[in-house]
């Protein structure tokens, strides 16, 4: 059915300082426009969201791609997901350290491999062997986050930080989009939280925790601390709340409550249906946004 696009994208839902709001605003916009540009000439939602994710996957901005945040020894992992909302295909990557675009990796699984999801080596292999370049791990890290990651583990030799409190950046990076023909996608790409045990996984990349999509309910990608929103499958959850015939605003605030409530996580989420119905909501100080439809173009640190 015929449909005005919509698309949203997030760049991460935490305490974001006053220096990086700036650059956390250009990074959104400009992966709108990224997205924006495939639905506008009547692209799938599907594509949108990939392009969109691969614009602040390369922005050392956020923690996705080149730029996110180090495990424990040093190293980047990388987790992505994409899901088509009219087939309920998927592809999913987790733990690579080879791949500047992990979302690129993630669509290649959906549309050419019968599995949902690789990890680590055989995610690479499936990626090399379908015409992807693998790169260096250290080509994916920065010195921002060496230093970031030395000063924690300095502060962690003396007293046991909070791992997941709302002032540690929680920059994943998602995207949810309405195409014209009335399909819905999402697509969400991290690089984890600081510090974490090598081969840690986290909600991003898992079905219905960090990202989904199905035109019967809605689209959903989130970010924030991982573990809970694993815990309460919560994408899915929101996505059946729409379905229950909820509109997507008050179920985003909803979802949000019920991390807070249930399992005192804390996070953002980006929601939307097949009628171009929306929501964004955070219990974090700040998350960046950006939203694009035919009447309304607009973005922001908080909602």
Request: glycine share 10%; net charge negative; with cysteine.
């Amino acid at each position: 059915m015929p449909a005005d696009p919509v698309l949203i994208v997030h760049g991460g839902a935490w305490a974001i300082p006053d220096d990086m709001v700036e650059a956390h605003l250009n990074g959104v916009h400009s992966a709108a426009a990224a997205g924006w540009k495939v639905l506008n000439r009547g692209g799938r939602a599907l594509d949108a969201v990939e392009e969109a994710v691969v614009v602040m996957e390369d922005d050392e901005t956020f923690d996705a791609g080149r730029g996110s945040f180090l495990n424990r020894d040093g190293k980047v992992q990388l987790d992505a997901l994409i899901m088509d909302g009219a087939t309920l295909q998927a592809g999913g990557v987790g733990c690579v350290e080879h791949l500047r675009n992990p979302i690129r990796a993630a669509r290649k699984i959906l549309s050419e491999s019968p599995h949902v999801y690789f990890v680590a080596e055989g995610a690479e292999k499936f990626a090399a062997q379908h015409g992807m370049p693998l790169c260096q791990n250290e080509d994916l890290i920065i010195p921002r986050e060496v230093q970031r990651l030395r000063e924690f583990q300095a502060q962690a030799a003396e007293e046991k930080p909070n791992l997941f409190a709302p002032t540690v950046s929680h920059d994943t990076v998602g995207a949810v989009a309405l195409d014209g023909e009335g399909n819905l996608a999402a697509a969400t790409s991290t690089g984890g939280t600081l510090n974490k045990a090598p081969g840690r996984l986290g909600d991003s990349s898992l079905i219905g925790c960090g990202c989904y999509a199905d035109n019967k309910t809605a689209a959903a990608s989130t970010t924030g601390w991982g573990e809970p929103i694993m815990k309460l499958v919560l994408a899915k959850w929101a996505a059946d709340r729409v379905a229950a015939g909820n509109l997507p605003e008050w179920v985003a605030l909803e979802a949000i409550n019920y991390l807070q409530s249930r399992v005192s996580g804390h996070g953002g989420i980006i929601l939307l249906d097949t009628r171009g119905r929306f929501g964004i909501a955070h219990n974090t100080p700040r998350m960046a946004w950006a939203l694009k439809t035919p009447q309304e173009e607009s973005c922001g640190i908080a909602r």
